[in-house]
């Protein structure tokens, strides 16, 4: 079914208003947050908490337009961010692999750039690509580096069934799996195209919007702790009307 804007955002308004509070809160917080720049574990939680941020403003904005794939394809961003933000907030030992994760996104565009698509660049450059991806692997091995993978980030912050439930399903819409196809191609109970929908949808939009809250509760929550900072109250607030908007108290966090 073809829905305005304006039909969406007041369909959707306690889910989107809830999301908006949360976020107010968490950019209030980082807002007044006097962090300490030399606690490595501090300054990367509240990296990961502005990303948190942005993320999870985009999925207000995609939402309000009717871009509901759109905002599972954020929500998954946030699921990530949540995933190493309480991880690391755990275990302050996986500040050193999550800052040495760069190292691998270098290593495998050099390795492209060596292999695959070396026919689209000149000797000179295929021989500086060899000899940076020399370094990258140098440096991998003298730092003992490893790269974690995102269902064990999951393991690490005690979030595996978000991982194996919510990330999963969102994953569909990263990938454009024929499953995220579902607000475009509806089909009826006999599984027969019922429309071909244009336009904007809301299909599970206030609960993807619901996932974000979760996210953002998370991050407000291992902020809190991990800063000692007095939001508390504020915070349990939001989780009541989360609860009690809907029902899933006995799930998430």
């Not at 606690?39 to 309000?64: D, K």
């Amino acid at each position: 079914m073809i829905m305005t804007k304006e039909e969406i955002s007041l369909k959707h308004g306690v889910a989107l208003d809830l999301v908006c509070d949360f976020l107010n809160l968490l950019n209030s917080t980082l807002n007044e947050l006097e962090g300490d720049s030399e606690n490595g574990q501090h300054v990367m939680v509240a990296g990961l908490s502005e990303r948190m941020q942005t993320n999870a403003q985009g999925c207000v904005e995609l939402a309000r337009a009717g871009l509901s794939a759109e905002v599972k394809i954020l929500a998954r961003a946030c699921i990530e961010a949540t995933f190493k933000l309480q991880a690391i907030c755990m275990n302050p030992n996986l500040m050193q692999v999550y800052a040495q994760e760069h190292l691998f996104f270098q290593r495998r565009a050099l390795r492209a750039v060596t292999t695959d698509l070396k026919s689209s660049f000149s000797p000179e450059e295929l021989v500086d690509a060899a000899a940076q991806l020399d370094v990258v692997n140098a440096e991998v091995a003298s730092l003992g580096a490893r790269e974690m993978q995102i269902w064990e980030w999951s393991r690490e912050a005690s979030l595996a069934e978000m991982y194996r439930s919510l990330y999963a399903l969102y994953s569909g819409f990263v990938h454009a799996s024929s499953s995220s196809l579902t607000d475009w191609l509806p089909m009826d109970a006999e599984g027969n195209l019922v429309e071909i929908v244009s336009g904007p949808t809301d299909f599970d939009l206030s609960g993807t919007l619901l996932s974000v809250a979760t996210c953002l509760h998370y991050c407000l929550h291992d902020i809190n702790i991990l800063m000692g900072l007095d939001i508390g109250d504020a915070l349990n607030e939001l989780r009541a009307r989360r609860d009690d908007a809907y029902g899933f108290a006995k799930v998430g966090a």
